[in-house]
């Protein structure tokens, strides 16, 4: 059996496991199935309890350079079930109907994929070496990256000695629909948000919206608030501290070949923003904040009508942030809004560990070394973000640690990340196998 193979093997026996950590399940057989391959490759592996999830710190290697990845073992909630087209646990093959063969399964893409095939490209390495790894690896996983990593900040502030490296492999990162390799050295911040409202104890007949208000309409009216038509945030003082892209950021963003028609088809999205193609798509999604509306709860939702007036409501946010945001800051920023247009009495909670934003160098030596291993590996010339417009835990690794990062892997524009039927290409897997083999030599020799 090849590397790749086996590489897939494991991803399968990941993939089977249900760690899903919003609902707290089988996060410690995760944990102790990642263990049970790395110790089976050589690593020493630490275990370190976490607020929801084991923290694993592996390290293996005794080589002049050192090398940190950060991946995690948890993964988002399956449902709805009713439209996956396979089983969630189960990895499946399908085909395309231009032939394209994916790999079907809650993790195959975020972010168990790029565990599976980042072992099997260290087991080649190793391999070619004589069964001695020629670099040090430090490898931290953990299980609660999909509920905000609650725990992961202060775990490397207190071991960060032991985390030095001259650099960091990120979780995540793609491959293009034109095939060529996406390199990303920056994630936005994250700050996940509720509000509410109440106006009674119990929901009123209908005839009562004459004289009582509405929390629906109220709620509705303070996010309309919040930004215009085109998505430009409302909050006053919330582009206050934004850093200004630097001119390697704005030189790499307009090297980006506008695929943004290959995103609209995938998904069937009707349209974007106004102005925002071309150049401007990528300013936007990698380096300019966003506020989202996730979901509208409240009332009467089912078949036919009910005339009622709700008790309350509440509705989901979540604001994209980049440097140099600060999450309380943004928070305090949107409440203080609140109040002053007339809304005191809708509350906001957070509900998720906030995410500071972080970007690294793109001229940095690490980062050239990533450009060089994909343009060897891809035969093509890489994409370069200066940012994802998702986001991670990455502030403390850049701010803490001081380390470079670079993002790079195995998904794709139709993934499907945290929606129903996730995916990698098969063919990328491949791909991904080859590019972390020669990024890992010339980590190496950097």
Same mark, same amino acid.
């Given at each position: 059996?090849?590397?790749?193979?086996?590489?897939?093997?494991?991803?399968?026996?990941?993939?089977?496991?249900?760690?899903?950590?919003?609902?707290?399940?089988?996060?410690?057989?995760?944990?102790?199935? *990642?263990?049970?391959?790395?110790?089976?490759?050589?690593?020493?592996?630490?275990?370190?309890?976490?607020?929801?999830?084991?923290?694993?710190?592996?390290?293996?290697?005794?080589?002049?350079?050192?090398?940190?990845?950060?991946?995690?073992?948890?993964?988002?909630?399956?449902?709805?079930?009713?439209?996956?087209?396979?089983?969630?646990?189960?990895?499946?093959?399908?085909?395309?109907?231009?032939?394209?063969?994916?790999?079907?399964?809650?993790?195959?893409?975020?972010?168990?994929?790029?565990?599976?095939?980042?072992?099997?490209?260290?087991?080649?390495?190793?391999?070619?070496?004589?069964?001695?790894?020629?670099?040090?690896?430090?490898?931290?996983?953990?299980?609660?990256?999909?509920?905000?990593?609650?725990?992961?900040?202060?775990?490397?502030?207190?071991?960060?000695?032991?985390?030095?490296?001259?650099?960091?492999?990120?979780?995540?990162?793609?491959?293009?629909?034109?095939?060529?390799?996406?390199?990303?050295?920056? *994630?936005?911040?994250?700050?996940?948000?509720?509000?509410?409202?109440?106006?009674?104890?119990?929901?009123?007949?209908?005839?009562?919206?004459?004289?009582?208000?509405?929390?629906?309409?109220?709620?509705?009216?303070?996010?309309?608030?919040?930004?215009?038509?085109?998505?430009?945030?409302?909050?006053?003082?919330?582009?206050?501290?934004?850093?200004?892209?630097?001119?390697?950021?704005?030189?790499?963003?307009?090297?980006?070949?506008?695929?943004?028609?290959?995103?609209?088809?995938?998904?069937?999205?009707?349209?974007?923003?106004?102005?925002?193609?071309?150049?401007?798509?990528?300013?936007?999604?990698?380096?300019?904040?966003?506020?989202?509306?996730?979901?509208?709860?409240?009332?009467?939702?089912?078949?036919?009508?009910?005339?009622?007036?709700?008790?309350?409501?509440?509705?989901?946010?979540?604001?994209?942030?980049?440097?140099?945001?600060?999450?309380?800051?943004? *928070?305090?920023?949107?409440?203080?809004?609140?109040?002053?247009?007339?809304?005191?009495?809708?509350?906001?909670?957070?509900?998720?560990?906030?995410?500071?934003?972080?970007?690294?160098?793109?001229?940095?030596?690490?980062?050239?070394?990533?450009?060089?291993?994909?343009?060897?590996?891809?035969?093509?010339?890489?994409?370069?973000?200066?940012?994802?417009?998702?986001?991670?835990?990455?502030?403390?690794?850049?701010? *803490?640690?001081?380390?470079?990062?670079?993002?790079?892997?195995?998904?794709?524009?139709?993934?499907?990340?945290?929606?129903?039927?996730?995916?990698?290409?098969?063919?990328?897997?491949?791909?991904?196998?080859?590019?972390?083999?020669?990024?890992?030599?010339?980590?190496?020799?950097?």
């Amino acid at each position: 059996m090849n590397h790749i193979e086996r590489g897939l093997e494991d991803l399968a026996a990941l993939v089977a496991i249900q760690s899903v950590s919003a609902q707290g399940r089988n996060l410690p057989e995760a944990a102790d199935a *990642v263990t049970k391959l790395l110790e089976a490759e050589g690593f020493t592996v630490q275990r370190f309890a976490g607020q929801v999830a084991p923290i694993l710190l592996a390290q293996t290697g005794n080589g002049p350079r050192t090398l940190l990845i950060y991946n995690h073992y948890d993964v988002q909630p399956e449902s709805p079930l009713e439209l996956w087209e396979s089983a969630p646990f189960a990895l499946t093959e399908r085909a395309d109907k231009d032939g394209t063969v994916r790999l079907y399964g809650r993790g195959s893409s975020d972010d168990k994929g790029e565990i599976a095939v980042r072992l099997a490209a260290l087991r080649a390495l190793k391999e070619q070496h004589g069964g001695q790894l020629p670099l040090t690896i430090k490898w931290l996983l953990e299980g609660e990256e999909e509920v905000g990593s609650p725990s992961l900040e202060g775990f490397v502030r207190e071991h960060a000695a032991d985390l030095q490296a001259d650099g960091c492999l990120w979780e995540f990162g793609s491959i293009a629909p034109s095939g060529r390799p996406v390199l990303i050295a920056g *994630v936005k911040g994250c700050v996940g948000l509720e509000l509410r409202c109440s106006i009674a104890n119990s929901d009123l007949h209908s005839a009562n919206g004459a004289v009582v208000d509405n929390p629906l309409w109220r709620l509705a009216a303070a996010v309309a608030s919040l930004r215009d038509a085109n998505g430009h945030v409302l909050i006053p003082g919330f582009y206050d501290d934004v850093l200004p892209p630097s001119a390697s950021d704005l030189e790499a963003i307009a090297s980006i070949p506008d695929e943004s028609a290959a995103l609209q088809s995938a998904y069937g999205i009707k349209s974007f923003f106004k102005g925002a193609s071309g150049q401007r798509f990528y300013e936007r999604y990698c380096l300019e904040p966003v506020l989202n509306v996730n979901g509208f709860h409240g009332g009467y939702g089912d078949a036919g009508s009910k005339t009622v007036l709700p008790k309350d409501g509440f509705v989901k946010l979540d604001l994209r942030l980049v440097p140099n945001q600060r999450p309380a800051q943004i *928070v305090q920023l949107l409440k203080a809004h609140l109040e002053q247009i007339g809304f005191p009495d809708i509350e906001v909670f957070e509900t998720d560990a906030s995410l500071a934003p972080a970007r690294s160098p793109l001229d940095s030596a690490f980062m050239q070394t990533a450009i060089a291993a994909a343009r060897d590996s891809f035969q093509l010339e890489p994409i370069v973000q200066p940012s994802s417009g998702g986001s991670g835990p990455m502030g403390p690794f850049v701010e *803490v640690l001081g380390l470079p990062v670079v993002c790079a892997g195995i998904s794709n524009h139709q993934a499907f990340v945290h929606a129903p039927n996730e995916n990698i290409v098969k063919a990328h897997f491949e791909q991904g196998f080859k590019f972390a083999l020669t990024f890992f030599t010339r980590v190496t020799a950097m």
